[in-house]
């Protein structure tokens, strides 16, 4: 601006003095002056220049103070509002900011459980390259030189060694413990209210950010586990926010532990101020674990009253709480898990365990689902098995097959992610001992249907490192495994449609949901099961023929079916649908084969004297 001033000024000195300067010739009364101004040394009147455009970095720079000056406004209002839970938002730097609307990018993670206080030991740069190094010989099988580091990784604590394994293994993430069983931190909160209810006694892990900037140097994805709702010290110190005796007094389990009430908003809210402080301490992700009910429901609950629950199944107030909390976690740029029972890939509608954790409602909102499919959690004839804990693998395959169909039917799904067992369960009769050969038979399980991820449970945090040396087939295959016609869960089109019309005919009203296009029905399943009942429709015979595929992930399948339709009026006769050559169409959906239906050209009002 102060150019283009300059520039004007000069313009007008030169016209005013070539007009004064003009031979002293006046122009006569009532002309006008057509003559133009002189140019000296014969050069034209130098052009007025363009104003000069910020650039993109100097708009950024623009922009970027703004949002600093409405962080500051907004970090005014937050410690009112959110008071006891207030922590501060995450602030970005300029580079983060130009970047902000970037995804962050997933990993697959691979990945070992440690407490607080394997997470609390100290890391050494050098012990964790000499346990790598034995890593190295034994998977080399170099005995020379695993002999002469025998002595050396003696005195090795866990926490280097899980390092070390990171180092030089496929395992690139640890879960650790931030807010543990007993609901005590394992480190030093700031939070008001962790410091009301005393959290922050037995602190393990002095220096989290310090350990946290260490694990990023070896490139491991940190996610933070938080124990949501069994957390006997917020319940004893707040017990009005515990589950209820209904005569009075707060609840306490088989064990003796008091939980927290999922059913309580202010329980939800100190749960998310934790994790808003884990992911401004630099956790990549948070999982919540406990994020249920108790089980044994059958005893408590005639017994027991939530305030709060409002007529809510506890399967809602579940799914409920982890909307939220992914609202409330979106400024923090990390992902989130949930931990649920192995029980619930099989499962549907949380019955009967009645802990508040279904598929459907919890899926939705969380970037993982984290199963936790234990072979020895499961009782005599699961998956065929009288002793599951003796069949890693198959249990495995089993559960991510059901896992895979439950996903399939989400429109915004989650990554299946699966907490294996990594210990021996000493108290099973006929139990294995779980040699790193069985460890990885479960990883390998998964990875055939196309699941790469997986999070190993040792509760001594102990890893062997034999577990992450795969066989020269496995390197040598591609995985997921190509299954020809069939789909990640074992069927061909005709096998679906099969399923399908089984469903039907036994009442089994969330396998048809199961196996509908996503855009072919609602996705409220109990508005789904409202509308397929007031159909009135009954299947009375079917018979499953070939299938043709007609594009890779389209068939058709030949069929014959006969279905009745009840009259609504009383005295009516019945109408049927019956139909010996017809063809539906399946596609598949997220790796499953789906079932396309379409009856309503197909009433044969002939048939209903039959």
Known sequence: MIKKAILILISMILIISTGCSNNNEEPNPGEENTTPPAVENGEEEPEEPEEEQPTEEELAQIAYDEYLEELESLENNRTETLGEFYIKLPKLSFEEFKNKDKPK????????????????????????????????????????????????????????????????????????????????????????IVEEVNGNRGVRIKDVEAMLQTLKKYDIYTIARIVTFKDENFAVRKPDHSIQLKNGGVWKDYSGTSWVNPFDK????????????????????????????????????????????????????????????????????????????????????????????????????????????????????????????????????????????????????????????????????GHIYYSPSKIRDQILASKELGIDEYLIWAPGNTYDPRIFFPSEEEKATTYPLETGDKDFVGRTPADAVYEYLNAERNDRISTVYLLTPINDRVQNFKEFYENYKSKNLSLISYEVEDYNIIEEDKAEVNLYYKYEIASENEGEEAEYIENNQDKWETIKEKGVWKVKVDLENNVNQDTAAE
């Open 105 to 192: 990018e997933k990993v697959e993670a691979k990945g070992l459980f440690l407490t607080g206080s394997s997470a609390g030991m100290g890391l050494d740069d050098e012990d964790i390259q000499n346990y790598a190094a034995y890593v190295e010989a034994l998977r080399e099988g170099d005995q020379q030189k695993i002999n002469e580091l025998l002595p050396v990784i003696d005195g090795i604590n866990r926490f280097e060694r899980a390092v070390a394994l990171a180092v030089e293994t496929e395992v690139n993430a640890f879960v650790i413990d931030v807010k543990d069983d007993t609901g005590l931190m394992t480190y030093e909160s700031s939070l008001g």
């Open 266 to 429: 202010y329980v939800w809210d100190y749960n998310i101020a934790i994790a808003r402080e884990a992911a401004l301490k630099g956790f990549d992700e948070i999982q919540f674990d406990y994020v249920r009910f108790p089980d044994n429901a059958r005893v408590y609950n005639p017994i027991t009253h939530f305030p709060g629950r409002n007529d809510r199944e506890k399967d809602e107030a579940i799914g409920d709480f982890l909307e939220y909390a992914e609202k409330e976690l979106t400024d923090y740029n990390v992902f989130t898990a949930a931990d649920v029972f192995g029980l619930i890939t099989k499962g549907w509608d949380d019955y009967p365990e009645d802990i508040g954790q279904s598929w459907i409602e919890m899926a939705p909102y969380v970037d993982y689902m984290c199963p936790m499919v234990y072979p020895s959690h499961y009782g005599e004839g699961w998956y065929g098995y009288a002793v599951p804990d003796a069949h890693p693998y198959g249990v495995l395959k089993g559960s991510m097959e059901e896992a895979i169909e439950k996903n399939a039917a989400i429109e915004n799904d989650s990554l299946i992610r699966p907490w294996i067992q990594g210990f021996t369960a000493g108290w099973v009769e």
